[in-house]
Nanobody
Framework: QVQLVESGGGLVQAGGSLRLSCATSGGTFSRYAMGWFRQAPGKEREFVAAISRSGGTTSHAESVKGRFTISRDNAKNTVFLQMNSLKPEDTAVYYC?????????????????WGQGTQVTVSS
């Protein structure tokens, strides 16, 4: 079973930056596509970004394109989410997830394992 642990969340002012990390264990990291999702209070979980097994293909939601960047280090079994130019509407709990599918998807049900989440709060 794969375990995922997110870190790097916190409180930041609008316009600031944060870098989220998701450390994995219990599986062969390079065999999983990875994704980041977020969920704000009272809202459904939404796709943020995803990256293929090799890291050669990425996808970002339109709402974060140009501000957020997903990356991975297969040697360290870790996926990252660099978040720049943060806005108050980015406030949410951010989750990383792993998928055994060969392609990357934005649909939560295509992911098999999830972390516990890390809170990101952006003040105006």
């Amino acid at each position: 079973q794969v375990q995922l642990v997110e870190s790097g969340g916190g409180l930041v002012q609008a316009g600031g930056s944060l870098r989220l990390s998701c450390a994995t264990s219990g599986g062969t990291f390079s065999r999983y596509a990875m994704g980041w999702f977020r969920q704000a209070p009272g809202k459904e979980r939404e796709f943020v970004a995803a990256i293929s097994r090799s890291g050669g293909t990425t996808s970002h939601a339109e709402s974060v394109k140009g501000r957020f960047t997903i990356s991975r280090d297969n040697a360290k079994n870790t996926v990252f989410l660099q978040m720049n130019s943060l806005k108050p509407e980015d406030t949410a709990v951010y989750y990383c997830a792993s998928s055994q599918l060969s392609n990357i998807f934005s649909i939560p049900r295509t992911y098999d394992y999830w972390g516990q989440g890390t809170q990101v709060t952006v003040s105006s």
